[in-house]
């Protein structure tokens, strides 16, 4: 995969995952067996009900597109985004990265699924 290719070696690459409860939340054990992790290869995960927070997340609270816009502040347009979700999340994630930031449409990949 990417994570491999010589070709994106120097890429920094930012995985974002949003979930309602910490139960929903998945992947970064396997993104911590990629070479590279955390020092090109980032994990960073939400979850969107504050009331399952409070019970055992210890992570950020909120929309994944929040998290992303947050997290990549002032570089948003420097990246590419390939993101899935179901129409709202996809959507909102759109309206961020064109409306809000300026990001090209031709920098967005994604799939809405239901």
Not at 6 to 26: E, K, N, T, V, W
Not at 27 to 32: M, N, Q
Not at 52 to 58: D, G, L, M, R, Y
Not at 102 to 112: E, G, I, S
């Amino acid at each position: 995969g990417v994570a491999a290719d010589a070709a994106f070696s120097a890429r920094q690459l930012h995985f974002f995952y949003g979930g309602r409860q910490p139960r929903d939340i998945c992947g970064e054990d396997f993104l911590r067996s990629l070479p590279g992790y955390s020092e090109r290869i980032h994990y960073h995960a939400s979850i969107s009900e504050p009331d399952a927070a409070q019970q055992t997340w210890p992570g950020t609270v909120g929309f994944v597109h929040e998290l992303a816009a947050e997290t990549l502040a002032g570089a948003l347009a420097d990246y590419e985004y390939y993101f899935a979700g179901p129409p709202a999340m996809a959507e909102a994630v759109q309206r961020m990265l064109m409306i809000d930031h300026k990001v090209p449409f031709d920098q967005l990949h994604f799939d809405r699924f239901f």
